[in-house]
Every structure is written in C-alpha cells, then in structure tokens.
C-alpha cells in the first residue's frame, strides 16, 4: 500500500511531501506517535495528524474506526460554517489510517541530536538549489523575452 506522506517539520517550518510504501501505518490513529524509520526517516518520530482518502474526504479525530461515515459538525477539518451556530452533516473518514487511505499528514515530534536533515534523507533536493534553478530559469526566459522584443521593434521599424 503506497501512501502520499507529508511531512511538516515545526521547528524549521517547511513541509515535504513523499510517496512511500508504508504499510506498517495502517491501525494507526490520529495522534499516535511511530518511529520515522518507517518510512526511511532514521532519527526521527512523527505524529499523524490527518490525511484523506481517495475521494478527498478528510481524515477527523473522534470518529471511531476508519470507514466513511456522516456526522453532524459545526466546525472542524471537512467543514467550515458560513455563519456561527449553523451545522451540517458532512462525511469524513474515521480517526484509523486504512487502505482506502490516500494521503497521510504528519509533523515531526522529536528527533535525535546528531541526525541528517529530512531532505537528505529522503534524497530531496534542498530548497536552496530549487530556488537557484527556478533564479535561472527566469532569468534565460527574461533574456529571451528581450531578444524577441528586439527583434520585433527592428522589423516596425523597416
């Protein structure tokens, strides 16, 4: 079972997102805490903190197993009210990650003194080289951009 795992770390407040093949999550609950190691995280213990499922039906803490179900809400993930007091039936998936699972959110909990960054670990490319590559990119497109005008305003002007 593969699911889309993101990762918030609060402390350095950035968030990844993977896909990775982590069965071993499946029973666990909202809330729960489980060792990083799980999916490829050495180091590191993450809390769930919600998810959703194929359909986009958010993952709620207080609905018992991990099936669909309707419940009367007045606030909270899968609603939000247009007005105060108004409630509303809303399906949501119970608290338990299951195979029907999509998307599993976490945020790091603790971690140990002398680990590698969640980047490195998961072979992602730092932020920084990201921003550096998109910096050049702009600037050929920009460059281009120019050229093109050049060349139109010599042509108005023959």
Do not use: C, H
Not at 44 to 61: A, H
Not at 87 to 96: D, H, L, P
């Amino acid at each position: 079972m593969s699911f889309k795992i993101s990762i918030s770390d609060p402390e350095e407040g950035e968030a990844w997102q993977v896909e990775k093949e982590a069965t071993p999550l499946i029973g666990t609950k909202i809330g729960e805490e489980f060792n990083g190691s799980l999916i490829g995280l050495e180091g590191y213990t993450l809390e769930v903190t919600g998810g959703s499922d194929e359909g986009g039906f958010p993952m709620r803490e207080g609905v018992q197993g991990s099936g669909r179900r309707e419940v009367l809400m007045k606030k909270g993930p899968g609603y939000r009210p247009s007005e105060d007091g108004v409630r509303r039936r809303k399906s949501v998936r119970g608290e338990a990650v299951s195979e029907d699972v999509v998307q599993v959110n976490t945020k790091v909990v603790d971690r140990e003194s002398d680990v590698e960054s969640i980047p490195e670990l998961l072979g992602l490319e730092t932020s920084e080289e990201g921003a550096s590559e998109e910096e050049e990119s702009k600037e050929e497109k920009s460059d281009e951009e120019e050229s093109e005008e050049d060349q139109e305003s010599e042509e108005e002007e023959e």
